[in-house]
């Protein structure tokens, strides 16, 4: 499985920035995809995650703010879109896409996004 990123950028605070990630490959209908960040000094945590049947999870710190979604399209189905809005200088990070189904994860190269205050 690939997984490659998009987005990311400099933005304000208050400003919005939409990130997505297409997988390809050996793709399994059932698994879950979603974004992950790390700020210098600091862990890998989730920001925002949805399985294939459309069920999400945030971070209590994006709640209210980011909406993580799937393209159904027929050609897109693979496609993970983040969209971040109010952004804060706290969510100045590397942001990773994920993959993870049965027995596998995998990880795409990280995107930075910085919001400046």
């Known amino acids: 499985v690939q997984l490659q990123a998009f987005g990311g950028g400099l933005v304000q605070a208050g400003g919005s920035l939409r990130l997505s990630c297409v997988a390809s490959?050996?793709?399994?209908?059932?698994?879950?995809m979603g974004w992950y960040r790390q700020a210098p000094g600091k862990q890998r945590e989730l920001v925002a995650e949805?399985?294939?049947?459309?069920?999400?999870?945030?971070?209590d710190s994006v709640k209210g703010r980011f909406t993580i979604s799937r393209d159904n399209a027929k050609n897109a189905k693979n496609t993970v879109s983040l969209q971040m809005n109010s952004l804060r200088p706290e969510d100045t990070a590397v942001y990773y896409c994920?993959?993870?189904?049965?027995?596998?994860?995998?990880w795409g190269k990280g995107t930075q996004v910085t919001v400046s205050s």
């Open positions: 994920n993959y993870r189904s049965t027995g596998m994860e995998y």
């Open positions: 490959g050996n793709i399994f209908s059932i698994n879950i």
């Open positions: 949805i399985t294939s049947g459309a069920r999400t999870t945030y971070a």
